[in-house]
């Protein structure tokens, strides 16, 4: 019925689906042990020209080289996070001192004419009403009570698991100088198990699996990096305060699809609201819609553009995965896809 390269193909996408699927599985139940490990080889892996060029041009002793690299890139790492935890501090710190010279009054009176209506409205409700509704009522504050505690919990659970953390970086740090300095006979193992025509297939896939990431890393950079001009641009023009941190906090939280801007925009526009400034909590809002819509047109866009999938299998990528699993959902269709491409440029499926 079917032509025979059609069942071929299909028999490939077939083993791909079942050899991706489990991999995944693989490393998403076995992340918590590994993940260190691989962050590890990875940034050694990246650090690799620097490693050589050291090696290459101060004519240093075997280990130094990788030593050299590794320390730099970590000082790096750990310098921009301290000025972006200083930046944070220091901005906290004007707020606060800005705090004694805040007209309560100013604040209070639109949160207590608030309170006074709420009451009001629940005054002139009928009280058949709320016994009919007492179950609907009390399932609504018991699933409020549900997620406030659910938040705390995972509040307290990140902060037990800082000293985790903390041991985690340092085996980062230590993982990252000795793959740095065998780098050369790890490659040497790899390419030792495959035959002549595999070797070449798997350099192959290697080459076209890191230009394939570098695109897509490249298109959501550029994504994140429009979030925080269009934030820094709309919170300048509104005559927002600390626009620049909160522009950045905004590009950072857009990465968690979950969290997404609104972290930031939400409590700047109830805060606003609170103050008596109607004006700016609804151009706070409307900004963030409309950011929000130009994220969910623009991202399909430049992400298939640059990795090369068509507009509408990213929006599927988006939509199915995120409405299926969530966040494993979308990166799972999204690595799914993007795998099965660079296996497709490299001539293996």
């Known amino acids: 019925m079917f032509s025979a390269s059609f069942v071929k193909s299909l028999k490939s996408f077939g083993l791909f689906l079942l050899l991706y699927t489990l991999l995944f599985v693989f490393i998403f139940t076995t992340a918590s042990y590994t993940f260190p490990f691989v962050a590890a080889f990875a940034i050694a892996f990246l650090i690799q020209p620097a490693t050589k060029f050291f090696q290459q041009k101060l004519k240093l002793a075997k280990g130094m080289p990788s030593l050299l690299s590794s320390s730099l890139v970590y000082l790096l790492f750990f310098s921009l996070l301290s000025l972006f935890f200083y930046a944070i501090v220091r901005e906290a710190q004007q707020l606060l001192s800005h705090l004694p010279a805040v007209n309560l009054d100013l604040i209070m009176q639109p949160l207590r004419r608030l309170i006074e209506q709420i009451g009001g409205y629940f005054n002139e409700i009928d009280p058949a009403f709320i016994e009919k509704n007492s179950a609907q009522i009390s399932r609504f504050f018991s699933e409020a009570f549900g997620i406030l505690e659910e938040g705390l919990t995972a509040f307290l659970r990140m902060a037990v698991s800082i000293p985790a953390w903390i041991t985690g970086m340092i085996v980062i740090m230590l993982s990252t100088y000795f793959f740095s300095r065998d780098m050369g006979a790890i490659k040497e193992k790899i390419l030792s198990i495959f035959s002549d025509r595999g070797r070449e297939k798997f350099v192959k896939v290697c080459y076209e699996g890191i230009k394939m990431l570098t695109r897509f890393i490249k298109a959501y950079s550029i994504v994140y ?25 905004c590009a950072v939280a857009d ?9 930031v925009y939400i409590p700047l526009s109830v805060s606003y609201f609170i103050a008596g400034h109607y004006f700016t909590a609804a151009a706070v809002i409307v900004l963030y819609i409309i950011i929000s819509v130009v994220r969910q047109i623009v991202e399909p866009k430049i992400v298939s553009t640059s990795v090369g999938i068509h507009p509408v299998l990213v929006l599927a990528i988006l939509f199915i995965g995120l409405k299926a699993y969530g966040f494993i959902g979308m990166l799972y ?5 993007v795998f099965y491409k660079v296996l497709k440029s490299a001539n293996v499926l």
């Open 225 to 249: 990096f429009l979030t925080f001009i269009q934030t820094l641009i709309g919170f300048s023009a509104l005559g927002i305060k600390y626009a620049v941190m909160l522009s950045l906090v």
């Open 255 to 263: 990465i968690f699809p979950i969290l997404g801007i609104g972290l």
């Open 333 to 337: 269709l999204t690595f799914l896809v």
